[in-house]
């Protein structure tokens, strides 16, 4: 041990002291509220990261206050210690904090890469901090995620503070990085940084955006995150949710769900994968509004959400895609990838058609598994209208994306396809080359649709992964999607309330099994089909 670390470990315990007592003493004299208070210990304890990788000779002794913090700050939470930080009915936020910032030096402090670690805790410190200083001051457009209040004021301070924290930091520790490295860097991360903090409920923001943007942050000085296609993502899916919002497609909270699955997709996919998904919310968009308000007479009685998907519908139908699109990006060489993201799109669009065409059928709908007669928009319920819409719905996104492949393909060589986001199908396999689109003969003179022709088992793999994942769907949903009984009218409905806000009464399935999961699920079915269907045929 160093002089520097005993004293590091002196003023460390020192410091966090003294900010106790000051918040203490605020609290008292000047009658701030314990919110405010604890707000000025969260933003101090979080600079503490800032004077140890200043002071500290080795890191094994770094580490030592900021871990210890984890059992005391536990002790303090469960015995209300100190009431300028410990609110009643409280998260454990301030132990997830502490636990947050000991794993990120322990990871990346011995590496040599403390900037990491940094960044990541001014992120919840600044940011995190203005966001609810900001959101409770101003905060007047509300916006719901999992039944919890944020504010677009709260959001936005939270995006904009990240983005100069990081920037800073980064200037600070890597100036050898560049400025504009810096800038796009410091705007992917807010950006996420953001999404993070607003789905992450009950304290686990602490842990979420810590260790969600240091991750990030580490694969993006290491060129293992496509930083530019993941802004031009941002900026396409930011457009795409706006546009679907004004015409009432998303709701507010759908928007930030669309742009966190677009970003992704884009991003780590490509083009091909990017304009799937674009192709999807057009699709199921555009059919939504087809009699809309004959179908709405269903939707209000049964279904647990209406036309405009909110955040949890849009993770549901493209959350296994980004999922995909990410595994795609770290294992190019893994083939079945891309035919899993046809059968996923495919699965959700059918399903999509399905619920939107089949609640029209003049014939009544039968229960999947019994092929009892059900009242329309009863889930498990199928009738021929609705399957024939499901094969359609999946053969239409199998067309798209053979268009898309030809297209790209008829483009000639690498130009744009590396894009594209299919190169990992590998050499002769599903009848793709490893250069991505190249199919046999697609570069040569004289052969330019040989894309189209090589890829006909992505029209197969749409349709039969789309119908088998519709199908799975409708399984799951007359077996274990959670039910209730409307408490007004008896009928069984999604719904866990009724629309003057009675409770429903439980009646069958998995409590925890509602639509959205099973509607992610079932995407997931339908890629595994696609993979099969796709291995057979070539």
Request: charged share 10%; glycine share 14%; proline share 3%.
């Given at each position: 041990?160093?002089?520097?670390?005993?004293?590091g470990?002196?003023?460390?315990y020192g410091?966090v002291l003294g900010l106790?007592?000051?918040?203490?003493?605020?609290q008292k004299?000047r009658?701030?509220?314990?919110?405010?208070?604890?707000?000025i210990?969260h933003?101090?304890a979080?600079?503490?990261?800032?004077?140890?990788?200043?002071?500290?000779?080795?890191w094994?002794?770094?580490?030592?206050p900021?871990s210890?913090?984890?059992?005391?700050?536990?002790?303090?939470y469960?015995?209300?210690?100190?009431k300028?930080?410990?609110?009643?009915?409280?998260t454990?936020?301030?132990?997830?904090?502490a636990?947050s910032?000991?794993?990120?030096l322990l990871i990346?402090?011995?590496?040599?890469?403390?900037e990491?670690?940094v960044?990541?805790?001014?992120?919840?410190t600044?940011?995190?901090?203005?966001?609810?200083?900001?959101g409770q001051?101003?905060?007047k457009h509300?916006?719901?995620?999992?039944?919890?209040?944020?504010?677009y004021?709260g959001s936005?301070?939270?995006?904009v503070?990240?983005?100069l924290?990081?920037a800073v930091?980064?200037?600070w520790l890597?100036?050898?990085?560049?400025?504009l490295?810096i800038?796009m860097v410091?705007?992917v991360l807010?950006?996420?940084?953001?999404v993070?903090?607003?789905?992450?409920?009950k304290?686990?923001?602490?842990?979420a955006?810590?260790?969600?943007?240091?991750?990030?942050?580490?694969?993006?000085?290491h060129?293992?995150f496509?930083?530019?296609?993941?802004?031009?993502?941002?900026?396409?899916?930011?457009?795409?949710?706006?546009?679907?919002?004004?015409r009432?497609?998303?709701a507010?909270s759908?928007?930030a769900?669309?742009?966190?699955?677009?970003?992704?997709?884009?991003?780590?996919g490509?083009?091909?994968?990017?304009?799937?998904?674009?192709?999807f919310?057009?699709?199921?968009?555009?059919l939504?509004?087809?009699?809309?308000?004959?179908k709405?007479?269903?939707?209000?009685?049964?279904?647990?959400?209406g036309s405009?998907r909110?955040?949890?519908?849009?993770?549901?139908?493209?959350?296994?895609?980004?999922?995909l699109a990410?595994?795609h990006?770290?294992?190019?060489?893994?083939?079945?990838l891309?035919?899993?993201?046809?059968?996923?799109m495919?699965t959700?669009?059918?399903?999509t058609?399905a619920?939107?065409i089949?609640?029209?059928?003049?014939?009544r709908?039968r229960?999947?598994?019994?092929?009892?007669?059900v009242?329309p928009g009863?889930s498990?319920g199928?009738t021929?209208l609705?399957?024939?819409?499901t094969?359609?719905?999946g053969?239409l996104?199998?067309?798209t994306?053979?268009v898309f492949v030809?297209?790209?393909g008829?483009?000639?060589?690498?130009?744009?396809?590396?894009a594209?986001?299919?190169?990992?199908l590998?050499?002769?396999?599903f009848g793709?080359?490893?250069a991505?689109?190249n199919?046999?003969?697609v570069n040569?003179?004289?052969?330019?649709?040989?894309g189209?022709?090589?890829g006909?088992w992505i029209?197969?793999?749409?349709?039969i992964g789309g119908?088998?994942?519709s199908?799975?769907?409708?399984?799951?949903?007359a077996?274990?999607q959670?039910?209730?009984v409307?408490?007004?009218?008896g009928?069984?409905?999604?719904?866990?309330?009724t629309?003057?806000?009675?409770p429903?009464?439980?009646s069958?399935?998995?409590?925890?099994m509602?639509n959205d999961?099973v509607?992610?699920?079932?995407s997931?079915?339908?890629?595994g089909v696609a993979?099969v269907?796709a291995?057979?045929?070539?």
């Amino acid at each position: 041990m160093t002089q520097s670390d005993l004293f590091g470990l002196i003023a460390s315990y020192g410091y966090v002291l003294g900010l106790l007592i000051v918040a203490t003493l605020v609290q008292k004299w000047r009658g701030y509220p314990p919110e405010f208070t604890r707000k000025i210990v969260h933003i101090g304890a979080g600079m503490w990261i800032v004077g140890a990788v200043a002071i500290f000779d080795h890191w094994t002794y770094g580490v030592i206050p900021i871990s210890s913090f984890i059992v005391l700050n536990y002790i303090s939470y469960r015995f209300r210690l100190n009431k300028a930080v410990d609110l009643a009915g409280d998260t454990l936020g301030t132990v997830y904090f502490a636990a947050s910032v000991t794993l990120l030096l322990l990871i990346f402090w011995p590496r040599g890469e403390v900037e990491v670690a940094v960044a990541a805790t001014m992120i919840m410190t600044w940011g995190d901090a203005f966001a609810a200083i900001i959101g409770q001051a101003m905060g007047k457009h509300v916006y719901m995620i999992g039944g919890h209040r944020r504010t677009y004021e709260g959001s936005l301070a939270m995006a904009v503070v990240s983005f100069l924290v990081i920037a800073v930091t980064l200037a600070w520790l890597r100036p050898d990085l560049g400025v504009l490295p810096i800038i796009m860097v410091s705007l992917v991360l807010a950006v996420i940084a953001t999404v993070l903090e607003a789905v992450s409920l009950k304290g686990l923001d602490n842990v979420a955006v810590p260790l969600g943007t240091g991750g990030l942050l580490w694969l993006m000085l290491h060129d293992r995150f496509p930083v530019s296609m993941v802004l031009t993502g941002l900026v396409l899916s930011s457009l795409i949710g706006w546009l679907a919002y004004r015409r009432r497609s998303l709701a507010e909270s759908g928007v930030a769900g669309a742009i966190l699955v677009g970003t992704l997709i884009f991003g780590f996919g490509g083009w091909i994968w990017g304009l799937t998904l674009v192709a999807f919310f057009v699709y199921s968009s555009a059919l939504s509004k087809y009699k809309e308000a004959q179908k709405n007479v269903v939707a209000e009685e049964k279904f647990d959400k209406g036309s405009r998907r909110d955040f949890g519908q849009a993770l549901a139908n493209g959350g296994f895609g980004g999922v995909l699109a990410l595994l795609h990006y770290y294992f190019p060489g893994e083939p079945a990838l891309f035919a899993a993201f046809i059968g996923c799109m495919a699965t959700v669009n059918a399903d999509t058609w399905a619920t939107e065409i089949g609640v029209l059928s003049k014939s009544r709908p039968r229960l999947i598994t019994t092929g009892k007669p059900v009242v329309p928009g009863t889930s498990g319920g199928i009738t021929p209208l609705g399957t024939t819409a499901t094969l359609l719905g999946g053969l239409l996104i199998g067309v798209t994306v053979w268009v898309f492949v030809g297209v790209a393909g008829m483009l000639g060589g690498t130009a744009g396809v590396n894009a594209a986001g299919v190169e990992a199908l590998g050499v002769s396999a599903f009848g793709v080359n490893a250069a991505g689109v190249n199919v046999p003969g697609v570069n040569a003179p004289g052969v330019p649709l040989a894309g189209f022709v090589d890829g006909w088992w992505i029209i197969l793999a749409g349709m039969i992964g789309g119908l088998g994942g519709s199908l799975a769907d409708s399984l799951m949903g007359a077996t274990v999607q959670v039910m209730y009984v409307n408490a007004e009218t008896g009928k069984e409905t999604e719904k866990k309330r009724t629309k003057s806000g009675v409770p429903n009464r439980y009646s069958r399935g998995w409590r925890w099994m509602d639509n959205d999961l099973v509607n992610f699920i079932s995407s997931a079915m339908g890629a595994g089909v696609a993979v099969v269907v796709a291995a057979w045929f070539t």
